[in-house]
């Protein structure tokens, strides 16, 4: 079965630190380009990085440039999210999705409504 899951959140302090995880499962990432989305209470799903399908590009959104780092290991099928310096805006959930795209990221992430497959998120909590 075709799916994403992600894996990682918790509950830390400000200026702590997260790795999320996004592993596939029933297809490929060789050919899809990777992001992660985040939604906070009341706010509007909010893409924060994105990856290519090769790794050879990425985006980030201007909130979390220097803090927050994109990788991905194909040959696991996973991708993650290394998230330094957190802050209490960072609270949200967080999701991983997955659109059949080559050779992107020329800019940002695109609309969510873009991606074919979505994990079922990832709870991230910063607070003191």
């Known amino acids: 079965q075709t799916q994403l899951v992600e894996s990682g959140g918790g509950s830390v302090q400000p200026g702590g630190s997260l790795r999320l995880s996004c592993a596939a499962s029933?297809?490929?990432?060789?050919?899809?380009?990777i992001a992660w989305f985040r939604q906070a209470p009341g706010k509007e799903r909010e893409g924060v990085s994105c990856?290519?399908?090769?790794?050879?590009?990425?985006y980030y959104t201007d909130s979390v440039k220097g803090r927050f780092t994109i990788s991905r290991d194909n040959a696991k099928n996973t991708v993650y999210l290394q998230m330094n310096r957190l802050k209490a805006e960072d609270t949200a959930d967080y999701y991983c999705a997955a659109i059949p795209r080559i050779h992107g990221v020329d800019g940002t992430c695109g609309h969510w409504a873009e991606y074919n497959y979505w994990g079922q998120g990832t709870q991230v909590i910063v607070s003191s």
């Open positions: 029933g297809f490929t990432l060789d050919y899809y380009e």
């Open positions: 990856i290519r399908n090769d790794g050879g590009r990425t």
